[in-house]
T-cell receptor, first 112, second 113 residues
Framework: KQEVTQIPAALSVPEGENLVLNCSFTDSAIYNLQWFRQDPGKGLTSLLLIQSSQREQTSGRLNASLDKSSGRSTLYIAASQPGDSATYLCAVLSSNTGKLIFGQGTTLQVKP | NAGVTQTPKFQVLKTGQSMTLQCAQDMNHEYMSWYRQDPGMGLRLIHYSVGAGITDQGEVPNGYNVSRSTTEDFPLRLLSAAPSQTSVYFC????????????FGPGTRLTVT
């Protein structure tokens, strides 16, 4: 059974710092991995999608990497800003079941 | 495009009442799904549909019914609400079962007293 783990559960950093969020998964049979952002009381917003054949994707200050063989992905946020404060979730799309399996998320606080 | 829309945004029910959470998408996506999000439990799949007329159970289907009569709409029915169904419900869609980016609606916050 696919399991997705995100460490740490919470992170607090000063503004301007570069940071890395981690996501690991137990089964490498995936079609893609997606990173989402969730603001308090809101829905999920897709940030980056990495196909299983890709190694990384970039969007602005965000860079996501994927190492399928080791079951790991990282989300790198450059020059963090208070507006980046949110919960970040990763999810893998299982190629066995077609289901999107979520991690528990990392709650990020960027202090001014 | 409006994307994925959900109504209502908030709802309070008494135990035993029934209701339908509405979900619609205007992206012509074949795959639609319902999740519930609870503190400490993350997002859990309730039901999903791979196309009009086809639905299947997810991880936590008990107490919920779905149907998919059109590509656009995927309502979730609570048959007899219980306090354990207090949660935030999200509808999501993507183009197909395998691959593609998934989009989420804004959520419905449900309280059952």
């Amino acid at each position: 059974k696919q399991e997705v783990t995100q460490i740490p559960a919470a992170l607090s950093v000063p503004e301007g710092e570069n940071l890395v969020l981690n996501c690991s998964f137990t089964d490498s049979a995936i079609y893609n991995l997606q990173w989402f952002r969730q603001d308090p009381g809101k829905g999920l917003t897709s940030l980056l999608l990495i196909q299983s054949s890709q190694r990384e994707q970039t969007s602005g200050r965000l860079n996501a990497s994927l190492d399928k063989s080791s079951g790991r992905s990282t989300l790198y946020i450059a020059a963090s800003q208070p507006g980046d404060s949110a919960t970040y979730l990763c999810a893998v799309l299982s190629s066995n079941t077609g289901k999107l399996i979520f991690g528990q998320g990392t709650t990020l606080q960027v202090k001014p | 495009n409006a994307g994925v829309t959900q109504t209502p945004k908030f709802q309070v029910l008494k135990t035993g009442q029934s209701m339908t959470l509405q979900c619609a998408q205007d992206m012509n996506h074949e795959y639609m799904s319902w999740y519930r999000q609870d503190p400490g439990m993350g997002l859990r799949l309730i039901h999903y549909s791979v196309g009009a007329g086809i639905t299947d159970q997810g991880e936590v289907p008990n107490g919920y019914n779905v149907s998919r009569s059109t590509t656009e709409d995927f309502p979730l029915r609570l048959l007899s609400a219980a306090p354990s169904q207090t949660s935030v419900y999200f509808c999501a869609s993507r183009k197909g079962l395998y691959s593609y980016e998934q989009y989420f609606g804004p959520g419905t916050r449900l309280t059952v007293t």
